[in-house]
């Protein structure tokens, strides 16, 4: 399939060659883990983290805690990373000896409790009894791992870019082989009108600071065209997805649709279209250049830049 048969079907036929064609995924083996991330974080604490090490095993290890913290008060800033948790800033909730809930506040990067404080609550979340009886490995090894399971909650956001990196290598691909195009990522009406002296017309969002960030954009000298295109992933169902489909349909038949020089082109993939047919079937009734990752892997971005 070229970019030419595809745009050239009736809308039923392109709607279901789109849905027929989609990948299940968009996860590449970097999604999983950032792992300079992890080790620029572990040595932030490296050093203290293995003079944190003394502790392991103590049997005195309150005692203990307690002299350390007095001579090197700054090790304090170790307890959050030690409990999974990054902020350095705690409000604690416990309940009182009436029974009755009391709240308090730790900083752990400036203490603000007498030193007594910051190891009652190391004692109370268990982190003396793990230094004490559990701790096998290195402090600096536990933290590790530590920062790869945070890294993980981290996954959300890669999985939002994945398809704007994808894009962009794509992008890349077609400025290689044309060497009279020019792409940008993340480009604002603003940014391209000073650029290339093309105007977008915008879709006013008072949430966008700035005007839109469109996810990418690439200029054709040759032609003085220019293809807007925004891309997203939806690996599940959801509200999101017909909103987007209302918003792009809008966005392309209010404001680009009959812009000179100015193209519109959104990709979009994922097994979640499978739970909002109808929303999209409505979006390619409306904007002719819907296209998947497996298109994108045909050319047709350039085939479309090249028009």
């Known amino acids: 399939m070229n970019y030419s048969e595809y745009i050239n079907m009736n809308v039923d036929d392109k709607f279901n060659y789109f849905m027929e064609t989609r990948f299940p995924t968009n996860r590449t083996p970097k999604y999983w883990v950032n792992w ?4 620029d974080n572990t040595e932030s604490y490296e050093l203290m983290l293995n003079t944190m090490n003394y502790l392991v095993g103590k049997k005195d290890i309150k005692q203990k805690t307690k002299e350390l913290f007095e001579s090197q008060p700054y ?15 705690l409000d604690i909730l416990t309940y009182g000896t009436d029974h009755k809930l009391n709240s308090y506040n730790l900083n752990f ?18 982190l003396l009894s793990f230094l004490q009886n559990n701790v096998t490995r290195s402090l600096v090894d536990y933290v590790f791992g530590v920062e790869v399971g945070l890294d993980s909650n981290a996954r959300k956001n890669r ?5 704007e990196n994808i894009l962009e290598q794509n992008l890349k691909l077609v400025v290689n082989h044309n060497p009279h195009c020019e ?3 993340q480009a604002t ?10 105007e977008v017309p915008e879709a006013l969002d008072d949430k966008r600071k700035g005007g839109r960030r469109y996810d990418g954009v690439i200029y054709n000298s040759k032609t003085n065209k220019l293809v807007v295109i925004e891309t997203n992933f939806y690996g599940g169902g959801g509200s999101k997805l017909k909103a987007v489909s209302g918003e792009f349909s809008e966005m392309y038949g209010q404001y680009l649709k009959d812009s000179p020089n100015i193209d519109f082109i959104w990709i979009s993939d994922g097994p979640g279209w499978d739970t909002a047919k ?30």
């Open 75 to 89: 090790l304090i800033a170790t307890i959050p990373i030690l409990l999974a948790c990054r902020d350095l800033d």
């Open 278 to 307: 109808n929303p999209m079937w409505e979006a390619f009734n409306v904007i002719p250049n819907i296209i998947n990752l497996n298109m994108v892997n045909q050319g047709f971005i350039s085939d479309i830049v090249n028009l």
């Open 183 to 185: 792409y940008d990522t």
């Open 36 to 39: 300079q991330k992890v080790i």
């Open 109 to 126: 990067s400036l203490p603000n409790k007498d030193i007594s404080a910051y190891i009652d609550f190391m004692e109370d979340s268990g």
């Open 189 to 198: 009406a603003k940014s391209i009108k000073e650029k290339w002296n093309i």
């Open 159 to 163: 999985g939002g870019t994945e398809n």
